[in-house]
C-alpha cells in the first residue's frame, strides 16, 4: 500500500443481475407448478380425479367465486381489499330474483325478465362497488372498514328484505339459463374464462390497467404523474361489483333461489384466498389475472380432493386458512 | 497500525451472488474522523451497514481494539460502542425526543414502569452537552432535521457510542447547520469519539475530515490524509477518470417573446406570498433558498398538486386553470420531483413503463375513435421504441429495458425519472433538486441534458440547494425565503454570497438597518 492504490480485476456484474431477473421469472411461475403438483398428488391419492366429469365438476364450482376473485385481483393490485363481496352477492341475488319474480317484468315474456334480472344484477353490482368506491376515495376511509361495514350493511338488508328465508324464483327459464353446457363446459365456466381474458387484457394492455399498477404500487408517484388516483381506485371497486353481480346472477340461477342467511357466505375468503395464492401482492402494485384463475382452481383440487380422501368437510376450512397463509409466507419469503 | 481503535480487513458482501464489496479494508483511531466517498453503488452503505450490524459480510474480519468482532444486529454493534445514523433518520415520530433517545433501553423503576424522569433528565443533560435547547419532551414531529440530527446524536451519547457513523449527514441542512455540526463534531473528537463521514460533498470532506477512504465499484481506490488531496483529485479517483469541465457552456435565452410561463402573485396560505416571475423561451431559471422556504410548493401550485388562494399562472400568455396535474401535463408543464423514491419513480416498475406512465394516454391506439378510455389497447412497441431512445439519449445504463427500477443505480434511476417528465414533450421544465443523491458523473450528465433541452427551446426551472448549480446552470435565479420571493439575480451580481444573503435575509436586514 505505498501509494495507497490497489487493481482488481474487473468482474462482470451484469451477468449476475440476468441471473437473479431469471429467478424471478421462475417465481412467477410459482403458482402454475404448485398446482400441477397438486393435481399429479390428486391423480394417484385416486383415479376418479383425472375423470373429465369430476374435472368440469371442479371448474364449474370454482367458477362462481372464481368470477368474483377476477375483480378482487384489480382491488388488491390498487392496494385495496373488499370485504364485502359476499354480502353483495346475496343482496344483488335477492334483487335480480325479486325483478323476475315481479308480474310486469314477467309480462314481457320469460326470456326477457331473465335478461332484465341479470341486468338488475350487474348493475346493482356495480353500484354496490360504486359506493364502496365512493366511501374509499372521497370519503378517505380506509378501505378494510369501509367494505367490513358494507359487509354487515349488505347481508343485513338481504335479511330484511327475506325475513331471514329464502327469494325462490317464480320463474323456470331463469333457473335453466346458466345450468346448460357449452363445447363440454358449463356455462358458468365459459363465462368465468372470458371474463378473465378480458380483464387480462385490462390489466395488461390499457392505460387504465397500467395506472392501476402504479397507484397500488405507490399512490404518490402515481399522483405526480399526473393520474387521477381516486378515479382508478374508484373503478376498480366498482369493477369489482359488478363481477359480484355476474357471478351472483350465474349462482341464483343455478339454484334458482337466493339464502338470504347462506348465499355467497364466505366467498371473500374464497375470492380473497384465489389472488393471494396466485401470487398478486397483498401489499399492491403488481398481480396477474391468469394467477388468480390458477389459484381459484388450486383451490378447487384441494377441496376435490379433501372430499376424495374422505376428509370432514367442516376441516376445509382449516386447510383453506393455512394455503392462503402460507401463501403470503412464501411472497415474504421472495422480497 | 498500534492504536487500531476499529479495523476491517477484506471485507466482502455480495447480495444474491451480485458482489457489492470487494476485499475492502478499513482502520480508524481513536479521536479521528474518516470520510468515505464514492458514486452511488461504490459500496458506502453497505460497508457502513455492515459495521453497523444491519449486513453481515460475505467474508473478511472486524476488530475492536485487537479483538475479532461480529455484529450480528444493530443491537450487538451498539452494545460494540458503534452507533449509525441513516439518512432518513431513525426515530419515531409521534414519540418525544426522551422516548426516542432511550428506545430500546428504557430505565425502569422497581416495579417495571418506565422512570420518565430519570430519562428526561438525563435527556436534557445529554442535550446540554450537544449545546442545544431542545426540549426532551418536544415531540419529534415538531423538529426541524437539524435538531432531529442532534437528537439521533443524542442517542448515540446516551449509549456511550464510541464510533459515531454518519451517512450524508449534510443533505438535510442549511450551510448554517452544517457549520454548527461540524464545530459538534470537532468536540465530539477531541473527547476521543471516531466519526466515519459519508458524504458527496468533497468540500465537506475536505473541511472536517483526517483522512479519506475512497470506494469505486464496491472496490477500494485509495486510502489517504485529506491534506494531501486536492478536491480535483478526489472526484477523479472517484469516478476513475480526469472530469473535464462540469457544467457545459451557458447558451443565451431568446429576449424579448411573450414569456413561456408567468406566474402572478401566486399565494398559498401558510406557505406562499405574491410569488411573481416569469420565465423566458429557453431559459434556466434556478431556484435557491433554503429547506423550507417555499420552492417546492412553488412548483407544486403549478403543477396542480396544491391549490392555490390567489394568483395568475399564464402559459406563454394564455392563462392556465389547473385543477388537477393532468391539466397542467396537457398545458406542457412538467414536474421532475425532488423526492425519486417518494414520488418520482415506481421501483416495481420497468424501465419503459416508468418512461411512458405520464405520456401513457398517447400510447393508446384508438380504436373506436377516443383516446385514453377504458378500453384502448396500449402499443407496447412504441412504447418500447420510445424508452430505448431515451435510453440512447441519456446513457440508461440498465441489464435490459424490462428490468424493474430497483435494480438501477440512483443515477440511472434520476435518468429515467427525466425521460419520464421529457415523454410528454412540455415546453415548460421544473425540475427540483435534479442532482440530489446522484454521483458525480450523473451530475455532469443532467447539466448537459438539461442545456441541451434549454438550447432546443425548452424553458427550465431549476431548484436547487447546490449553489454552484445554480450558479453554473442557470441564466438567472430567484431566491425564496419564507414563501416569499426574497430577490432575483443575474449577471454579475449573481455569486454565491449574494445567494446566501437573501436567502437567509441578511441583505434586507442591511437595508433596513
Known amino acids: 500500500m505505498n501509494d495507497g492504490t490497489r487493481q482488481n480485476p474487473p468482474q462482470d456484474a451484469s451477468e449476475n443481475r440476468i441471473q437473479r431477473l431469471k429467478r424471478i421469472e421462475l417465481q412467477r411461475y410459482a403458482p402454475l407448478f404448485a398446482l400441477l403438483l397438486l393435481g399429479t398428488i390428486s391423480a394417484l391419492l385416486s383415479p376418479y380425479f383425472l375423470q373429465v366429469q369430476n374435472l368440469v365438476n371442479i371448474f364449474r364450482q370454482v367458477s362462481y367465486t372464481g368470477i368474483i376473485a377476477l375483480g378482487m385481483t384489480l382491488v388488491i393490485i390498487s392496494g385495496g381489499i373488499d370485504l364485502s363481496v359476499g354480502s353483495a352477492a346475496a343482496f344483488v341475488g335477492a334483487l335480480a330474483i325479486l325483478t323476475v319474480n315481479t308480474p310486469a317484468v314477467q309480462a314481457f315474456g320469460a326470456g326477457t325478465a331473465v335478461f332484465l334480472a341479470c341486468v338488475v344484477a350487474v348493475g346493482a353490482g356495480f353500484f354496490a362497488g360504486a359506493v364502496n368506491g365512493l366511501l374509499i376515495t372521497k370519503g378517505r376511509i380506509a378501505p378494510f372498514i369501509v367494505t367490513l361495514g358494507t359487509m354487515a350493511l349488505f347481508r343485513s338488508l338481504t335479511l330484511y328484505m327475506g325475513n331471514a328465508g329464502e327469494f325462490s324464483s317464480r320463474n323456470a327459464l331463469f333457473g335453466d339459463f346458466a345450468a346448460g353446457s357449452f363445447l363440454l363446459l358449463p356455462v358458468p365456466v365459459w363465462v368465468f374464462l372470458i371474463l378473465a381474458a378480458l380483464l387480462n387484457i385490462l390489466l395488461n394492455d390499457t392505460k387504465y390497467g397500467r395506472h392501476l399498477c402504479a397507484v397500488g404500487g405507490n399512490e404518490k408517484v402515481a399522483l405526480y404523474s399526473a393520474i387521477d388516483v381516486d378515479r382508478i381506485r374508484f373503478f376498480a371497486y366498482a369493477i369489482n361489483g359488478a363481477m359480484v353481480g355476474i357471478s351472483s346472477a350465474l349462482l341464483a340461477s343455478r339454484f334458482n333461489a337466493v339464502s338470504s342467511s347462506n348465499t355467497g357466505l364466505g366467498f371473500e375468503l374464497d375470492a380473497i384466498a384465489a389472488v393471494i395464492i396466485g401470487g398478486t401482492a397483498m401489499t399492491g402494485g403488481r398481480g396477474t389475472v391468469w394467477g388468480t384463475v390458477v389459484g381459484a382452481v388450486t383451490l378447487g383440487v384441494i377441496n376435490n380432493m379433501l372430499n376424495m380422501v374422505g376428509i370432514s368437510p367442516y376441516l376445509q376450512g382449516t386447510v383453506k386458512g393455512l394455503v392462503i397463509i402460507a401463501a403470503v409466507y412464501i411472497q415474504r419469503q421472495k422480497n | 497500525m498500534d492504536d487500531g481503535f476499529l479495523e476491517m480487513r477484506g471485507i466482502c458482501k455480495s447480495f444474491s451472488s451480485v458482489p ?54 444493530p443491537a450487538e454493534a451498539r452494545s460494540g460502542g458503534i452507533s449509525l445514523i441513516p439518512q432518513e433518520f431513525n426515530l419515531v415520530k409521534d414519540l418525544c425526543v426522551y422516548d426516542n433517545v432511550f428506545l430500546g433501553a428504557e430505565l425502569h423503576g422497581p416495579l417495571g414502569m418506565l422512570s420518565k424522569k430519570r430519562m428526561q433528565r438525563r435527556t436534557a443533560e445529554l442535550l446540554a452537552e450537544l449545546g442545544t435547547d431542545i426540549s426532551p ?230 380504436l373506436l375513435g377516443g383516446s385514453g378510455s377504458f378500453f384502448g389497447l396500449l402499443d407496447k412497441s412504441r412504447e418500447r421504441r420510445s424508452a430505448s431512445h431515451y435510453r440512447d439519449l441519456f446513457n440508461i445504463r440498465a441489464p435490459s429495458l424490462d428490468a424493474r427500477l430497483e435494480f438501477l443505480s440512483g443515477g440511472n434511476q434520476q435518468k429515467v425519472s427525466m425521460a419520464k417528465s421529457l415523454d410528454t414533450h412540455p415546453r415548460v421544465l421544473v425540475a427540483d433538486e435534479p442532482t440530489r443523491g446522484i454521483d458525480v458523473s450523473a451530475k455532469q450528465e443532467m447539466y448537459r441534458f438539461i442545456a441541451d433541452l434549454a438550447e432546443s ?52 436586514e442591511a437595508k433596513a438597518g
Open chain 2, 20 to 73: 457489492v464489496l470487494r476485499d475492502i479494508d478499513l482502520s480508524l483511531r481513536r479521536g479521528e474522523i474518516l470520510g468515505v466517498i464514492g458514486e452511488n453503488g461504490a459500496g458506502k452503505s453497505t460497508l457502513m451497514k455492515i459495521l453497523g450490524g444491519i449486513h453481515q459480510p460475505t467474508s473478511g474480519e472486524i476488530r475492536s481494539r485487537g479483538q475479532r468482532v461480529c455484529f450480528r444486529t
Open chain 2, 137 to 366: 419532551t418536544e415531540r419529534i414531529a415538531n423538529l426541524s432535521a437539524a435538531q432531529k440530527q442532534l437528537v439521533e446524536i443524542a442517542k448515540a451519547l446516551a449509549f456511550e457510542a464510541e464510533l459515531l457513523i454518519m451517512d450524508e449527514p449534510t443533505t438535510v441542512l442549511t450551510s448554517h447547520e452544517v457549520q454548527i455540526l461540524f464545530r459538534l463534531m470537532r468536540r465530539l473528537k477531541e473527547r476521543g469519539m471516531s466519526i466515519i463521514y459519508i458524504s458527496h460533498k468533497l468540500k465537506e470532506i475536505k473541511a472536517i475530515c483526517d483522512r479519506v477512504l475512497i470506494l469505486r465499484d464496491g472496490e477500494f481506490v485509495c486510502e489517504k490524509p485529506t491534506a494531501e488531496m486536492s478536491l480535483e483529485e478526489m472526484a477523479s479517483r472517484m469516478v476513475g477518470r480526469e472530469l473535464s469541465q462540469i457544467f457545459p457552456p451557458k447558451r443565451l435565452p431568446r429576449p424579448d417573446q411573450v414569456p413561456a410561463l408567468e406566474v402572478r402573485n401566486l399565494s398559498v396560505r401558510g406557505l406562499l406570498r405574491n410569488v411573481s416571475f416569469s420565465l423566458a423561451p429557453g431559459e434556466v431559471l434556478g431556484f435557491g433558498g433554503l429547506v423550507g422556504a417555499g420552492r417546492t410548493e412553488v412548483a407544486e401550485t403549478i403543477m396542480g398538486l396544491r391549490r392555490a388562494d390567489e394568483g395568475e399562472i399564464l402559459l406563454s400568455g394564455t392563462p392556465l386553470k389547473v385543477r388537477f396535474p393532468e391539466d397542467a401535463v396537457r398545458a406542457g408543464v412538467s414536474y421532475l420531483s425532488e423526492d425519486r423514491q417518494g414520488s418520482g419513480i415506481l421501483t416495481g416498475f420497468s424501465v419503459t413503463e416508468n418512461v411512458t406512465l405520464v405520456s401513457l394516454g398517447s400510447y393508446v391506439r384508438s
Open chain 2, 457 to 508: 427551446g425548452v424553458s427550465c426551472i431549476v431548484i436547487s440547494s447546490e449553489q454552484e448549480e445554480l450558479l453554473g446552470l442557470c441564466h438567472r435565479v430567484v431566491v425564496m425565503r419564507d414563501g416569499r420571493i426574497a430577490g432575483v439575480l443575474e449577471g454579475a451580481s449573481l455569486t454565491e454570497e449574494e445567494i446566501m444573503f437573501h436567502a437567509t435575509g441578511i441583505r434586507e
